[in-house]
Structure formats: C-alpha cells, structure tokens
C-alpha cells in the first residue's frame, strides 16, 4: 500500500468517515480523538491521525506534530473530568508489540487505582545494560540518526 492510499478496509478510517460509529471526543483538520469501544479504564482514549498511517515510522515530522500538538489538551479534559491518580500515555507499533488496528493510535489511559484493570511494568536489565553498554548503544542510535 502507498504512503497515504486510501485504505477503505482500515476500521479507524471509517470511523473518521463516519461509517462506522465512534463516540468522538475531539476534531480537527488533522486529527480525530474517540473513546476506546473495549476502555480499560473510565475515559480511555484513542488520538488518531486523519490521513492513514500505520505505525509512527510512517510519519512526517508535521504529521507527527501535528497530532502530538491535540494530546495535551484532551489529556488535559480527561484530568478536569475525571480527576485520576495519573494517566498513561501509551502506543503499541507492531504486532509484536501488541497493535492491533493498523493504523496509528495513541492511547489515554486515565488511572485510578491498582485495581483499574491496567496492567504496566516491565523488568529493568541493569546488569545486562551497564553504563558502558549504554554509552555503545547511544552511539550505535546516534550514527543512524546523523545518517
Ligand atoms: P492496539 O491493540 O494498541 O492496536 O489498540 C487497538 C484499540 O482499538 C483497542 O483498545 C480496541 O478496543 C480499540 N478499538 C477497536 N475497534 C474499535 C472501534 N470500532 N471503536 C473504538 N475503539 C476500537
Ligand atoms: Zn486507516
């Protein structure tokens, strides 16, 4: 599929349609924010960019700015309305990693409490990833970014 194709097979581009149903939270020329159908938490929800892009390396540095620059106010809402103990923001990229709707989505997970249903963590591999490793791996990410 081309960088932008219409993919009128991609569920979150119909709901930008309007062809399948969403309860939208927020609109604009770029993006488009609804409540997850299946929340994890109260006020969970999806930020979404406009145009179809599967997965962030997909994105132009405008495109990315530009739905980035819609998270904080409906981050902000989510606070105002429903007051939670904290907030994860989180995207999945790849099947591996859990994605499972093909096209771009950043997820708002207001949290409550330890019993909301959210389950985070992850187990920190300091002993495999000292300070020299580190300094090795930075440099390996900073080469690709310069080239
Ligand atoms: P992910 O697993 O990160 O790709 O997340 C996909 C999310 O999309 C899940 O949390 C689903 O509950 C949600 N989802 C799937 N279909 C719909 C839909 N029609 N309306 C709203 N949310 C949806
Ligand atoms: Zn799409």
Redesign the pocket.
């Known amino acids: 599929m081309k960088r932008g194709a219409k993919m009128t097979e991609c ?1 979150f581009c119909k ?1 930008i349609e309007g062809t ?1 149903p ?1 309860v939208k939270i927020y609109e604009d020329e770029h993006v488009y924010a ?5 929340p994890v938490t109260k006020g969970h929800v ?1 930020l979404i960019p406009k145009t179809h892009r599967e997965n962030i390396y997909e994105f132009s540095e405008e495109e990315a700015a530009r739905l980035f620059a819609a998270a904080p106010k409906i981050a902000n809402a989510l606070k105002e309305e429903f007051d939670p103990a904290g907030m994860n923001l989180l995207n ?1 990229t790849g099947e591996f990693a ?4 093909f096209h771009f ?1 950043l ?1 708002f997970i207001p949290r409550y409490d330890d019993t909301d249903g959210f389950q985070p963590g992850w187990l920190p591999k300091t002993s495999e990833f000292p300070s020299e490793r580190l300094t090795e791996l930075g440099h390996a990410i900073r080469v690709q970014l310069e080239s």
Do not use: E, K, R, T
């Not at 859990?98 to 709707?101: E, F, M, N, P, R």
């Open positions: 569920i709901i399948i969403s609804f409540l997850d159908v299946m999806l999945n859990g994605q499972s709707v989505h997820h």
